[in-house]
């Protein structure tokens, strides 16, 4: 995990439908930890981390100099001892599916009979976000629907409170391999998986998309889960289905109302067929088999 375990810089820039490739790279690159907010109308907001000695004037210029499209972005200094555990998001624990949902904040899990689920989620991981709560509703069905998985993969797993959910849904009786192109968020889902003692079933790996050759190794998986973005849907749709087994589920999200129907008909036409559709406010998700 980056070690910023004092005061630091915060560069958040204005939400955007998607940041160009190169301008990705850039901020991975000048920063020591870059994480992305998705706003309620599906666009992504990057929020930068830089030590204290963080030339800002340098970072102007050199924006101009490469003639980089970065939106506008204002600038502040996070006052911590260790800003990482001080910014991670203190939500309220929740009841979702089968499943309870409480943070690593919390002294104990609130009182339930439902599968306890503690994650440490820093910023941008979205462990409660609509697009969460939907996939983990589907994965409370698909526990009750259909037969128990040998595999399954968690592309863009973010905090890993879907990858844990099912661990611990199919008894640690599953292999699940989690993927993110975030290295803190591979480091994320590792120590959340420790803390909820699923380690040895689960294991997060760095990847760009599909490009980990451990992916293909491990293939084909019975499910994968994908709650990410659409354009990172799309571009990644032959992918899942050519890692998929024959009658396998992939589990959507991340995208809004107004992109449903063209999400839908893109895995449409690689041979995907819909099974179930969710909603939650103006979030969508899907679950489709191949």
Request: hydrophobic fraction near 40%; charge should be negative.
């Amino acid at each position: 995990m980056h070690n910023l375990g004092k005061s630091c810089k915060l560069f958040r820039f204005e939400p955007v439908e998607t940041l160009p490739e190169r301008e990705n790279e850039y901020l991975e690159e000048t920063f020591d930890v870059v994480a992305v907010n998705y706003t309620d109308d599906g666009k992504e907001e990057y929020v930068c981390y830089a030590p204290l000695e963080f030339s800002a004037e340098t970072l102007k210029a050199d924006i101009q100099a490469q003639e980089l499209n970065l939106p506008p972005y204002t600038e502040e200094v996070l006052e911590s001892k260790n800003w990482l555990k001080e910014n991670v998001i203190k939500f309220a624990p929740f009841e979702i599916g089968d499943f309870m949902i409480y943070g690593i904040h919390e002294a104990s899990c609130p009182k339930t009979e439902k599968i306890p689920v503690q994650v440490y989620a820093a910023t941008a991981f979205g462990s409660e976000h609509q697009t969460t709560k939907m996939c983990l509703t589907a994965i409370s069905e698909l526990h009750q629907t259909i037969a128990k998985p040998n595999r399954i993969l968690d592309m863009g797993t973010g905090s890993g409170i879907l990858s844990i959910a099912a661990a611990k849904i199919w008894n640690k009786d599953v292999k699940i391999l989690a993927a993110d192109i975030d290295d803190e968020a591979v480091d994320v889902t590792n120590n959340n998986a420790i803390t909820n003692n699923v380690e040895d079933c689960m294991k997060a790996i760095l990847s760009d998309g599909y490009n980990n050759p451990e992916i293909n190794k491990t293939a084909p998986y019975d499910i994968i889960f994908a709650n990410i973005l659409a354009n990172p849907l799309k571009e990644m749709t032959l992918s899942a289905y050519q890692n998929l087994n024959q009658g396998g589920c992939y589990l959507i999200s991340g995208f809004i109302d107004n992109q449903e129907n063209d999400i839908i008909e893109h895995h449409k036409q690689v041979g995907f067929k819909v099974i179930k559709t969710y909603q939650m406010e103006n979030w969508r998700a899907a679950l489709l088999q191949k």
